[in-house]
């Protein structure tokens, strides 16, 4: 059914492996070197070790986790992405581990990961179970993206935001109720509206 505050998604969408390889085709970092707000406020939060930045971009998170001592993974579904954040590794002097993958099907390997991030990428409702599979007992998961709300503020829309990837009011909060929250809000951050959360495996 139509609504029209969160209006359908149109079905003839490109498929986002066609929107990120085009838009990171481009010279330069669509989304600059420096790692997210969140990441960089509370990554002293998050268990050390091995960490995995799902929908990693160009790095700039990866390569963030590297520098600060995790075993530093990464994945997109682009390609140029991949390169692109290796090379970051590569200047910053720092090692990572970065390859495409479809994220739509990807399977977390049981119980692999101390911290999972997510930013700017909103997964589908099973890749929580996905999570929780992947993280050791204790381990963490960050999260930083948009808010419908977001879109709201925005007088010129943006063509990088896409509604599929903003999560509604409220709704991060319920994926997230297998887990134990260590800090979560959703709050206007500058010309921006976001949801950040930090959420850790206790069972």
């Keep these: 059914m139509f609504d029209e505050k969160y209006p359908e998604l149109d079905p003839n969408k490109k498929s986002a492996v066609e929107v990120w390889e085009s838009r990171y085709a481009i010279p330069g970092y669509l989304f600059g070197k420096e790692p997210c707000i969140s990441l960089k406020n509370f990554n002293h939060v998050l268990r050390r070790g091995r960490a995995l930045d799902v929908g990693m971009g160009e790095g700039r998170n990866t390569v963030f986790l590297a520098e600060k001592g995790f075993q530093a993974e990464g994945i997109d579904c682009s390609a140029k992405a991949v390169e692109k954040a290796k090379s970051l590794a590569d200047e910053k002097q720092v090692k990572i581990e970065a390859k495409s993958q479809n994220l739509d099907f990807f399977l977390m390997p049981l119980m692999k990961y101390d911290t999972v991030v997510l930013s ?9 179970s996905e999570i929780k599979r992947g993280l050791v007992m204790g381990g963490t998961v960050l999260f930083e993206a948009y808010t419908t709300e977001h879109l709201k503020l925005q007088s010129t829309p943006n063509p990088l935001i896409d509604l599929d990837q903003c999560f509604k009011p409220n709704e991060l909060l319920t994926q997230l109720k297998e887990f134990q929250i260590l ?15 930090i959420a850790r495996k206790n069972r």
């Design 120 to 128: 700017y990428f909103k997964p589908n409702p099973r890749f929580f």
């Design 183 to 197: 800090y979560y809000q959703e709050i206007p951050e500058g010309n921006f509206h976001l949801v950040q959360a």
